[in-house]
Structure formats: C-alpha cells, structure tokens
C-alpha cells in the first residue's frame, strides 16, 4: 500500500489503534517473559529444585 503521509500510515484507515495496541502488547509480553523467566530460575535454584543445577554458577 502507499501511504500518502505517516499520519495516513499510523491511522491505517481506523484500525491504527487495534495493530499498534497489538505490537504494544506484544512488545511488553516478549520483554517481560525472559525477565520473569530469570526471576523464577533464580528462585528455583535458591530452593535447591532445579535439578542439573548443582555446578551452576551463582
């Protein structure tokens, strides 16, 4: 498609909010997993439950 402007492109014919709400949310999920992930290894390994842990580094 060609976009007369970035205002046209942004808006994308009304549905604007609802693709860059979609890449937000996405955007937010894909950071937050691998923080979340890390905090509960960390956690797990804290509780000696991970098992093949035992020679990670800490």
Aim: glycine share 18%; no cysteine; net charge positive.
């Amino acid at each position: 498609m060609n976009w007369g402007s970035l205002e046209n492109f942004l808006h994308m014919g009304g549905h604007g909010p609802f693709v860059w709400g979609s890449y937000a949310i996405t955007l937010v999920l894909m950071v937050a997993e691998p923080i979340l992930a890390g905090r509960r290894h960390r956690a797990a390994i804290a509780r000696g439950g991970v098992p093949g842990d035992e020679g990670a580094v800490r």
